[in-house]
């Protein structure tokens, strides 16, 4: 188990600027990386109403289970690594295993995790490239009959980093947009 904060900027875009920005950035199709997110929540939605988001990630042949709390800036992650059959377990039965998320969700955020169940997954192609200190993300998501981009940058400074991803926007020529993270787009398109 790790926890860290995470600090990001994020913008939709649309096809035509995404792969704008694969060729601004010189990135192949053989660039990204396939992962999936599993997600997680109550019935009455415990952990969203609390701004919070519980997943499993395959990517590569690793599977983490991650908790996103927020934080004074950003949102603190709590990961813990899990085994290709601990993971699938979990999907399958709707069961948190105890440990270190489990005990933040019954104890800080007051929800059984006995209450929480699977939703569904997200599949997204992403690609990562270092950029002014930062991490830049570029990712093309598939979910419930749709698909979307976006583009993140993740940094350590929210100030500095909220500079730089601005100015990356409009040199691009890409408007800033209203950018919710995936979970909640999952769950809009799940919903609506």
Same mark, same amino acid.
């Given at each position: 188990m790790h926890q860290e904060i995470e600090i990001e900027f994020k913008n939709l875009l649309t096809k035509t600027e995404?792969?704008?920005?694969?060729?601004?950035?010189?990135?192949k199709e053989?660039?990204?990386?396939l992962q999936e997110n599993h997600y997680f929540d109550s019935e009455n939605f415990s952990l969203k109403n609390k701004g919070c988001a519980l997943r499993i990630r395959k990517k590569k042949n690793s599977y983490e289970m991650t908790l996103k709390q927020p934080a004074e800036e950003g949102l603190l992650?709590?990961?813990?690594?899990?085994?290709?059959?601990e993971a699938k377990a979990i999907i399958a039965s709707n069961r948190i295993p105890e440990g270190q998320i489990?005990?933040?969700?019954?104890? #800080?955020?007051?929800v059984e995790p006995e209450s929480v169940i699977y939703f569904g997954s997200l599949r997204t192609h992403r690609a990562e490239t270092e950029y #002014? *200190? *930062?991490?830049?993300?570029?990712?093309h998501s598939m979910?419930?009959?749709?698909?979307?981009?976006?583009?993140?940058?993740?940094v350590s400074?929210?100030?500095a980093g909220q500079k730089i991803f601005l100015e990356?926007?409009?040199t691009l020529n890409i408007p800033v947009r209203q950018t919710d993270n995936k979970i909640k787009r999952f769950y809009t398109a799940k919903y609506k």
């Open positions: 995404f792969d704008k920005l694969c060729d601004s950035f010189s990135l053989s660039d990204f990386i992650e709590t990961n813990e690594t899990l085994s290709e059959d489990a005990k933040i969700i019954r104890e #800080e955020l007051e #002014e *200190g *930062g991490l830049l993300v570029i990712d979910y419930l009959n749709k698909e979307d981009y976006e583009l993140e940058y993740e400074d929210f100030s990356l926007l409009k």
